[in-house]
């Protein structure tokens, strides 16, 4: 069974860098085909995909925050990090960390809530 769990501060102030990262365990991040994923969803609103990478270590960014995105990994710790910069309150959302597989999302954390406030 494959789980994902997120981690990181519940708080950030504006303009710092938002820094999550996602465990998983009972499948390698590394896995022909599979791709890791964070999502988002702001108070109120629908999910938001950010970005993901892939199994060979390729990124891709949702293009209206690509400028202040970064996903990277650690395969030795089998995990894999969101950092978002420059943050503002409308980056505040539950945050969601997803193991995606052609069109679909087969495995996901529970969420984390991120708010931004000084």
């Known amino acids: 069974q494959v789980q994902l769990q997120e981690s990181g501060p519940g708080l950030v102030k504006p303009s710092q860098t938002l820094s999550l990262t996602c465990t998983v365990s009972g499948a390698s991040i590394t896995t022909d085909h599979y791709y890791s994923t964070w999502i988002r969803q702001p108070p109120g609103k629908g999910l938001e995909w950010i970005g993901y990478i892939t199994y060979s270590g390729s990124t891709h960014y949702n293009p209206a925050l690509k400028s202040r995105t970064s996903i990277s990994r650690d395969t030795s710790k089998n995990q894999f990090t969101l950092q978002l910069a420059s943050v503002t309150p409308e980056d505040s959302a539950v945050y969601y960390c997803?193991?995606?597989?052609?069109?679909?999302?087969?495995?996901w954390g529970q969420g984390t809530q991120v708010t931004v406030s000084s």
């Open positions: 997803a193991r995606g597989l052609g069109a679909q999302y087969d495995s």
